[in-house]
C-alpha cells in the first residue's frame, strides 16, 4: 500500500523534493534533458504546478506584474517589506532540470517547513519563482529580474527569440505582461521592499565536487567582458614555399596573444586576484584552409570574467597592449566586435555571514567561493539588495541535461537557507 506522505515529517522532505523536480521534469521534456523557454506555455504550466503544489500544502501564491509566481506563508501574504527567496523557472535548450528550478524548490520547500510546523520566519519571507533568466531564448539574460527592477532597456525588449523570432516584447505581452512599465523602466516590485534577497543554485562547475562538500556560501558573482568575434588578418601562402621571415601567419599571432593573456592571467592570480579568461571558439575558415596552407585569417571568442572591476579593467588594457603589440611584431591586423559587459556583483557582508553561521549551525564546514555563472542574484544585488548566495554540489556542469544533483545535498542547501530565515536576518538586521 502507498504511504501518505506527510510532510510535517522531515524524513519525507527527501521524498517530496524527488516528486516536485520529477513533476516539472515531465512538463518540459525534450530530446534529450528539459526545455523550459523563457515566456513559454510550458514555462506558465510548470509556475501554474507549483502555485498548485503551494496553496494544496496552505500557502498563498499569486502571479505578480512580471507574471512570476510568489508565494508565503499566509501571515505574510500582505508584508510591505520582505526578505525575497528565490531564482528562474526556465532553463536553456535540452538543459538539466536543476539550473534555477533547484532554488525555486528550496524556497518553497523552506514555506512548506515553516508552515507544516507551525515555526515563523525571523522576517517575512516571499518565494519567487522568475520567468526568463537564460540568455539562450532571446540573447538578453536576467530578463525577468532585470523587469522586476526597472532595469530591462528597450533594446533588450527588441530582442528576437531564437526560433519564432518574434521580439522579446511580444513574448512577455503573451504570458500576460503588461510591457509598457517595463518599456518605461518603471521596477514591477520597488526595491524598497526588499530586506534581502537569497538564492541557491546548483554550482556550475567542479569544485564542490573536488572538495567533497554539499555546499558553499558564494561571495559574489563574476562580472565579464565579452567578444564573441575577433578576427586576426593575416597573409595567405604556401606551407612549404614561405619563409618565416615573410610570413604573417595569424594562427601563430592568436597562439602569441593566448600566451600573454595566459600570462597576465598568472600574475593576477599569484596576486590574489580572481580571474578566469576562455577562447571557446577559435577556428580559421574551414572550407578554405588546407594543412598546406598559410591560414588568411582566424577568428576567435574571448571571455574574460572577474569579481573585481578593476581586474576587467587592467585585462582591457592587457588586451589593447599586447594586440597592438602583435600587430606591429607580426604584421597582422585584428578586428574587434563590440564587447558585451557585465559588471561584477559583490554578495552583501552581512548577508554571507549569516549563511556562513548557518552553514555550521546545521552541520556544515562553512566553504566561500565565488560564482562563475551569472545569476538573477546579480541583478539584486547591483540595484541595492543585500544579496547572498548557496551554491549545491552538482556533477558534469550545468547547462546539459547531464546536471546531477543529489537530493541530500540539496536538502543541506535548503536547510542552510532555512536555517539562516528562521535565526540570521533579524538578529543582523537589529544591530
Ligand atoms: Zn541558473
Request: net charge negative.
Amino acid at each position: 500500500m502507498t504511504r501518505v506522505l506527510d510532510w510535517s515529517v522531515r524524513a519525507d522532505e527527501p521524498l517530496l523534493a524527488e516528486k516536485l523536480f520529477a513533476d516539472i521534469a515531465a512538463i518540459g521534456p525534450d530530446k534529450v534533458g528539459v526545455s523550459r523557454p523563457a515566456f513559454s506555455d510550458i514555462e506558465t504550466a510548470s509556475l501554474n504546478y507549483l502555485k498548485w503544489v503551494a496553496e494544496l500544502h496552505g500557502l498563498t501564491a499569486a502571479f505578480d506584474e512580471g507574471q512570476n509566481l510568489v508565494m508565503s506563508l499566509p501571515q505574510d501574504e500582505n508584508a510591505d517589506r520582505f526578505v525575497l527567496v528565490g531564482s528562474h523557472m526556465d532553463s536553456v535548450p535540452m538543459g538539466g532540470n536543476f539550473d534555477g528550478l533547484a532554488g525555486v524548490i528550496a524556497g518553497l520547500m523552506c514555506l512548506m517547513r515553516a508552515h507544516s510546523s507551525g515555526a515563523r520566519f525571523a522576517l517575512p519571507v516571499k518565494v519567487i519563482a522568475m520567468r526568463g533568466e537564460e540568455s539562450a531564448w532571446f540573447g538578453p539574460c536576467y530578463i525577468g529580474s532585470k523587469a522586476l527592477m526597472g532595469m530591462l532597456d528597450k533594446s533588450e525588449l527588441a530582442a528576437a527569440h531564437k526560433g519564432d523570432q518574434r521580439s522579446l516584447d511580444d513574448h512577455m505581452k503573451r504570458v500576460g505582461i503588461d510591457t509598457a512599465p517595463v518599456r518605461a523602466g518603471r521596477a514591477l516590485l520597488p526595491v524598497k521592499q526588499l530586506l534581502e534577497y537569497i538564492e541557491l543554485h546548483i554550482e556550475q562547475g567542479p569544485l564542490l565536487v573536488g572538495k567533497d562538500l554539499p555546499a558553499a556560501v558564494v561571495s559574489g558573482i563574476r562580472g565579464n567582458f565579452r567578444h564573441k568575434q575577433i578576427r586576426c588578418v593575416g597573409e595567405t601562402g604556401h606551407s612549404g614555399a614561405v619563409p618565416r621571415a615573410f610570413r604573417h601567419d595569424p594562427v601563430l599571432a592568436v597562439a602569441d596573444l593566448f600566451m600573454r593573456l595566459d600570462d597576465g592571467w598568472q600574475a593576477i592570480t599569484r596576486n590574489g586576484g580572481d580571474l578566469v579568461v576562455t577562447s571557446g571558439m577559435v577556428h580559421t575558415d574551414v572550407d578554405k584552409d588546407a594543412i598546406s596552407r598559410i591560414a588568411d585569417h582566424v577568428d576567435f571568442s574571448l571571455d574574460v570574467r572577474s569579481l573585481s572591476p578593476d581586474t576587467l579593467d587592467d585585462m582591457r588594457a592587457l588586451l589593447t597592449r599586447e594586440l597592438s603589440k602583435i600587430e606591429a611584431e607580426r604584421g597582422v591586423r585584428f578586428e574587434l566586435d563590440s564587447a558585451n559587459q557585465t559588471a561584477p556583483a559583490q554578495m552583501h557582508t552581512r548577508v554571507v555571514t549569516g549563511l556562513q553561521a548557518a552553514m555550521k549551525r546545521a552541520g556544515f564546514s562553512p566553504l566561500i567561493m565565488p560564482s562563475g555563472g551569472g545569476h538573477d542574484a546579480a541583478v539584486f544585488a547591483n540595484a541595492g539588495v543585500p544579496t547572498g548566495m548557496v551554491f549545491i554540489r552538482n556533477g558534469n556542469g550545468s547547462h546539459n541535461p547531464d546536471e546531477a544533483m543529489d537530493i541530500d545535498d540539496f536538502l543541506a542547501g535548503m536547510s542552510i537557507i532555512y536555517t539562516y530565515l528562521m535565526e540570521e536576518p533579524a538578529s543582523q538586521l537589529s544591530t
